[in-house]
Protein backbone atom coordinates (compact mmCIF):
# COMPACT_ATOMS: atom_id res chain seq x y z
CA UNK A 1 0.00 0.00 0.00
CA UNK A 2 1.55 3.48 -1.07
CA UNK A 3 -0.89 6.30 -0.38
CA UNK A 4 1.17 8.77 -2.26
CA UNK A 5 1.64 6.73 -5.49
CA UNK A 6 -2.31 5.72 -5.06
CA UNK A 7 -1.53 1.75 -4.88
CA UNK A 8 -3.49 -0.59 -2.96
CA UNK A 9 -2.14 -3.78 -2.91
CA UNK A 10 -5.56 -6.19 -2.82
CA UNK A 11 -6.26 -9.76 -2.99
CA UNK A 12 -8.96 -11.31 -4.91
CA UNK A 13 -9.18 -15.22 -4.20
CA UNK A 14 -6.37 -15.76 -2.97
CA UNK A 15 -4.14 -13.29 -5.49
CA UNK A 16 -2.57 -10.30 -4.76
CA UNK A 17 -2.72 -7.25 -7.22
CA UNK A 18 -2.16 -3.83 -7.11
CA UNK A 19 -5.48 -0.95 -7.80
CA UNK A 20 -3.64 2.32 -9.38
CA UNK A 21 -6.37 4.57 -10.81
CA UNK A 22 -4.04 6.84 -13.04
CA UNK A 23 -6.25 10.04 -14.75
CA UNK A 24 -6.22 8.09 -17.70
CA UNK A 25 -8.63 5.43 -15.86
CA UNK A 26 -10.15 8.18 -13.55
CA UNK A 27 -11.33 9.63 -16.91
CA UNK A 28 -12.83 6.68 -18.43
CA UNK A 29 -15.04 6.09 -15.14
CA UNK A 30 -16.38 10.05 -14.87
CA UNK A 31 -17.00 9.09 -18.75
CA UNK A 32 -18.86 5.59 -18.58
CA UNK A 33 -20.35 6.62 -15.28
CA UNK A 34 -20.53 9.96 -14.31
CA UNK A 35 -18.81 11.63 -10.79
CA UNK A 36 -20.86 9.51 -8.50
CA UNK A 37 -20.05 5.47 -10.02
CA UNK A 38 -22.25 3.15 -7.86
CA UNK A 39 -19.87 0.91 -6.65
CA UNK A 40 -22.73 -1.49 -4.99
CA UNK A 41 -23.85 -2.45 -8.64
CA UNK A 42 -20.96 -5.39 -9.38
CA UNK A 43 -20.77 -4.86 -12.99
CA UNK A 44 -19.84 -0.91 -12.61
CA UNK A 45 -17.50 -2.01 -9.88
CA UNK A 46 -16.10 -4.54 -11.88
CA UNK A 47 -15.57 -1.92 -14.86
CA UNK A 48 -14.14 0.38 -12.29
CA UNK A 49 -11.74 -2.34 -10.73
CA UNK A 50 -10.84 -3.06 -14.42
CA UNK A 51 -9.65 0.59 -14.94
CA UNK A 52 -7.84 0.42 -11.83
CA UNK A 53 -6.08 -2.92 -11.85
CA UNK A 54 -5.17 -2.09 -16.11
CA UNK A 55 -1.62 -0.87 -16.15
CA UNK A 56 -0.25 -3.74 -13.65
CA UNK A 57 -2.64 -6.45 -14.62
CA UNK A 58 -4.27 -6.09 -18.01
CA UNK A 59 -5.84 -9.37 -17.79
CA UNK A 60 -8.28 -8.39 -15.49
CA UNK A 61 -11.18 -7.25 -17.45
CA UNK A 62 -14.59 -6.72 -16.50
CA UNK A 63 -15.38 -10.56 -17.54
CA UNK A 64 -13.25 -12.24 -15.38
CA UNK A 65 -13.48 -9.84 -12.57
CA UNK A 66 -17.25 -10.71 -13.03
CA UNK A 67 -16.35 -14.41 -13.42
CA UNK A 68 -13.84 -14.43 -9.97
CA UNK A 69 -16.81 -12.67 -8.22
CA UNK A 70 -15.15 -11.72 -4.97
CA UNK A 71 -16.73 -10.62 -1.98
CA UNK A 72 -18.22 -7.46 -2.72
CA UNK A 73 -18.26 -5.14 0.63
CA UNK A 74 -14.33 -5.92 0.76
CA UNK A 75 -13.93 -5.36 -2.88
CA UNK A 76 -15.93 -1.79 -2.43
CA UNK A 77 -13.96 -0.92 0.81
CA UNK A 78 -10.43 -1.59 -1.38
CA UNK A 79 -11.59 0.23 -4.50
CA UNK A 80 -12.97 2.91 -2.30
CA UNK A 81 -9.16 4.11 -0.86
CA UNK A 82 -7.60 3.16 -4.38
CA UNK A 83 -10.03 6.14 -5.57
CA UNK A 84 -9.25 8.05 -2.85
CA UNK A 85 -5.93 7.83 -2.73
CA UNK A 86 -5.87 8.82 -6.68
CA UNK A 87 -7.39 12.23 -6.09
CA UNK A 88 -6.34 12.94 -2.73
CA UNK A 89 -3.04 11.26 -1.45
CA UNK A 90 -2.09 10.31 1.52
CA UNK A 91 -4.21 13.73 2.70
CA UNK A 92 -7.94 13.03 4.24
CA UNK A 93 -11.00 13.62 2.35
CA UNK A 94 -11.19 17.41 2.77
CA UNK A 95 -14.65 18.58 4.57
CA UNK A 96 -17.15 21.77 4.80
CA UNK A 97 -17.44 24.34 2.02
CA UNK A 98 -14.06 25.57 2.30
CA UNK A 99 -12.61 22.59 0.53
CA UNK A 100 -11.49 23.93 -3.37
CA UNK A 101 -13.28 21.09 -5.11
CA UNK A 102 -15.25 21.01 -7.78
CA UNK A 103 -18.80 21.07 -6.84
CA UNK A 104 -19.72 17.31 -8.20
CA UNK A 105 -16.43 15.76 -7.65
CA UNK A 106 -16.37 11.76 -6.61
CA UNK A 107 -15.67 13.86 -2.83
CA UNK A 108 -19.17 13.58 -2.10
CA UNK A 109 -19.79 10.62 -3.16
CA UNK A 110 -17.04 8.67 -1.71
CA UNK A 111 -18.40 10.09 1.67
CA UNK A 112 -22.15 8.92 0.36
CA UNK A 113 -20.84 5.52 -0.22
CA UNK A 114 -19.16 5.34 2.88
CA UNK A 115 -21.98 5.51 4.85
CA UNK A 116 -24.08 3.31 2.42
CA UNK A 117 -21.46 1.10 3.19
CA UNK A 118 -21.28 1.22 6.96
CA UNK A 119 -25.54 1.03 6.74
CA UNK A 120 -25.33 -1.76 4.82
CA UNK A 121 -23.08 -3.78 7.40
CA UNK A 122 -24.23 -2.26 10.75
CA UNK A 123 -25.43 -4.86 13.42
CA UNK A 124 -28.96 -4.24 14.30
CA UNK A 125 -29.44 -3.05 17.78
CA UNK A 126 -32.37 -4.80 19.99
CA UNK A 127 -34.14 -2.64 22.30
CA UNK A 128 -33.57 1.14 20.30
Given amino acids: MNPVTGEKSIKIIGQDY ?11 IETQHGDSPNLFN ?6 VASCGLRDRHPEMTVEKIMDLSP ?5 VRDVQQALQWAYFGPDAIPKGPESSVKKNSPLGSLRHLGA ?4 AFRRPSFGD
Avoid: Q
Fill in 116 to 119: RFLM
Fill in 71 to 75: PLAPF
Fill in 42 to 47: PAVLAH
Fill in 18 to 28: TLRFTWRALSE
